[in-house]
């Protein structure tokens, strides 16, 4: 999942290879500070902030979203370069934060499938995935039926439902892959845990509640 977010920026039919990047920054929009995108254990959020002043572009960014949605391309070698990218935003992150988060995840994810995997993947699945594994993924969850679109802001509510309906009511809806409800056991009982790192230079106690 965390794979196929990166690759939408990498390349759609009508905006291939970084066209995508490019027409958000003609707009005056600066990646990661207006247009940016994340995944979680649940889900993946994309987000673009424009401008009130900037109506006369909610068109283009709406399809833009439309082609998130059903038209990425995943050529391979967007796909290849992107696996060192990955690699370094993992690389990134071992620090005394990420290791101190590691330790907790034990205790603040036991019983649940959350405990297998993060959301920014196994680096071996990262360096070994294919085109075309991607794309299977891709066509599988990127289905009308899981999504949610959220528009906020000084817009007319007609006009944006207009936009909406215009751009992503022609989605093919192609069978989905079906939402698994993963069971979790209650806790019944306290757990407590201390965590040292050598480079931790902060003391901290946290109280968490499930």
């Known amino acids: 999942a965390h794979f196929v977010e990166h690759m939408m920026f990498n390349g759609t039919k009508t905006w291939p290879g970084n066209k995508v990047i490019e027409t958000f920054e003609s707009m005056g929009l600066r990646f990661g500070r207006d247009v940016n995108a994340y995944t979680s254990y649940d889900e993946t959020v994309y987000q673009v902030s424009l401008p009130t002043t900037q109506k006369q572009n909610l068109q283009q960014v709406m399809a833009i979203f439309s082609e998130w949605s059903n038209a ?3 050529e391979k070698l967007e796909v290849d370069a992107e696996r060192g990218v990955i690699t370094e935003e993992w690389r990134a992150h071992q620090d005394a934060k990420w290791r101190t988060s590691q330790a907790r ?3 603040l994810l ?3 499938r959350n405990l297998d995997r993060e959301p920014i993947g196994l ?3 990262v360096a070994t995935v294919t085109p075309a594994q991607l794309r299977q993924f891709y066509q599988r ?3 009308p039926n899981n999504m949610t ?3 906020v802001g000084d817009i007319d509510s007609k006009e944006a439902l ?7 009511s022609k989605l093919p809806a192609n ?8 069971p979790t056991k209650a806790e019944n009982h306290l757990r407590f845990n201390i965590i040292n790192d050598k480079e931790n230079r902060v003391n901290g106690i946290a109280l968490y509640y499930r």
Request: hydrophobic share 50%.
């Open 175 to 182: 069978k989905a892959a079906e939402n698994r409800v993963w």
């Open 110 to 112: 036991a019983n649940t």
């Open 105 to 107: 995840r034990p205790f």
């Open 141 to 143: 969850w990127y289905q």
């Open 123 to 125: 680096m071996d699945t």
């Open 162 to 168: 207009a936009l909406i309906k215009d751009n992503l």
């Open 149 to 151: 679109f959220i528009v």
């Open 72 to 74: 990425a391309t995943f």
